[in-house]
Each structure stands twice: as structure tokens, then as C-alpha cells.
T-cell receptor, first 112, second 114 residues
């Protein structure tokens, strides 16, 4: 089956720790994205990548980092510099940046 | 520049009655428009998309939307609501000419009463 997987589904972190969220796709899409969703709110773009070894900041990139070493993978690291990291994180991919995006099931991060 | 406004943050309907979720957009170029649905603690699923073909677009689960350029609207409708339709719905705009990516509306939470 083609699709996007995110792991883990739930993640707990202590304050001051970095944590990495996984996102993998087997749709052969060039573009990948990370969004943050807070309760009762829409999606905010953290980072996106249009091609391997290249990525750009979105609207709320501070305190986050990404890499795109393989077409299939776009991991997101939430660093200790992110002041309020508790949120639902969604990964998506698309053929190109103007096309519809396909979403993973999300990772819920809670900082203890 | 482009933007999306979902006019209602919450909509409540009774099961079996029509659903109307309103969306207005702003775009300097010919837009593509999408509606996504999100059930609690899940990712977003594409309901339907408009890409300059027919102005009335049919999607999954009985939903449809009509692109009205003169009104800059893309409202989502369904003739008869089911309990399983209760979810968050997002209207999204994209403009290829502008090189822009997707811009999401703030979402509308649909509640369906038995």
C-alpha cells in the first residue's frame, strides 16, 4: 500500500530534551512538509522540502530542524529551543508544492 | 498573495439534514481549491478538489462543492448528514502561477446531532 507513515503515534519528552519525529512516504513524491496543529486551531507550516538535500523554513521554524537525505524520509527534530512543543505534528507529501497534499496519521508530542 | 476564510468555526446540524460549510478565498491567480476532513487525532483526508475544470465538484462520502469565481467562494455541501460526518473540515487554496504552496483555512468543526 502506498502512503505516509509517522512514528511514534504518541511521544513524551522531558523539558530540555531534543526529540525526533519520523516521517516516511512511498508515494514517490518530491515535496514533503511538516505542520503543527494546536487544539482547536488550523495547521501551521514548520518546514518544507521540494527536493532531496534542500528544505525551507515555514511560518514557525524556530526551535525545529529537519533533514532530507532521502526522497522517502523527512524527519523533524524538536529542539530544547522550542518553548512550547506540546502539539499534534502532521507530515505530508505532494507531487509538487502546488498540488494536493497527502497526510500521515500524525504524532502527538507531550512535554512533561 | 492568497488567503482562505472559513466563515464558521462551528456548525451543528441534525442527522439527515443538509450540511453547508462556507469558504471564501482570495488569490491573485487562478486558484486550485481543496476541502480536507480531519477526524479526531487523525491526519487530514482529501474530500475533493477544484482545478479549473467543472465548477461543481463531487467528492467522497456524498460531499460536493461549487466554485463561484464572482463570489470568490467554494462552499462545501452534503444533502443529508450522517453521524460519521462529525469532524473538522479545512478549506485550502493553492495558486500554481504564483509559485505558492497550500494555504489552509482555520477549520470548521461539524457536529451532527442524532
Amino acid at each position: 500500500d502506498g502512503g505516509i507513515t509517522q512514528s511514534p503515534k504518541y511521544l513524551f519528552r522531558k523539558e530540555g530534551q531534543n526529540v525526533t519525529l519520523s516521517c516516511e512516504q512511498n508515494l514517490n513524491h518530491d515535496a514533503m512538509y511538516w505542520y503543527r496543529q494546536d487544539p482547536g486551531q488550523g495547521l501551521r507550516l514548520i518546514y518544507y522540502s521540494q527536493i532531496v538535500n534542500d528544505f525551507q523554513k515555514g511560518d514557525i521554524a524556530e526551535g525545529y530542524s529537519v533533514s532530507r537525505e532521502k526522497k522517502e524520509s523527512f524527519p523533524l527534530t524538536v529542539t530544547s529551543a522550542q518553548k512550547n512543543p506540546t502539539a499534534f505534528y502532521l507530515c505530508a507529501s505532494s507531487i509538487a508544492t502546488h498540488n494536493e497534499q497527502f497526510f500521515g496519521p500524525g504524532t502527538r508530542l507531550t512535554v512533561l | 498573495a492568497q488567503s482562505v476564510t472559513q466563515l464558521d468555526s462551528h456548525v451543528s446540524v441534525s442527522e439527515g439534514t443538509p450540511v453547508l460549510l462556507r469558504c471564501n478565498y482570495s488569490s491573485s491567480y487562478s486558484p486550485s481549491l481543496f476541502w480536507y476532513v480531519q477526524h479526531p487525532n487523525k491526519g487530514l483526508q482529501l474530500l475533493l478538489k477544484y482545478t479549473s475544470a467543472a465548477t461543481l465538484v463531487k467528492g467522497i462520502n456524498g460531499f460536493e462543492a461549487e466554485f463561484k469565481k464572482s463570489e470568490t467562494s467554494f462552499h462545501l455541501t452534503k444533502p443529508s448528514a450522517h453521524m460519521s460526518d462529525a469532524a473538522e473540515y479545512f478549506c485550502v487554496v493553492s495558486a500554481y502561477n504564483a509559485g505558492n504552496m497550500l494555504t489552509f483555512g482555520g477549520g470548521t468543526r461539524l457536529m451532527v446531532k442524532p
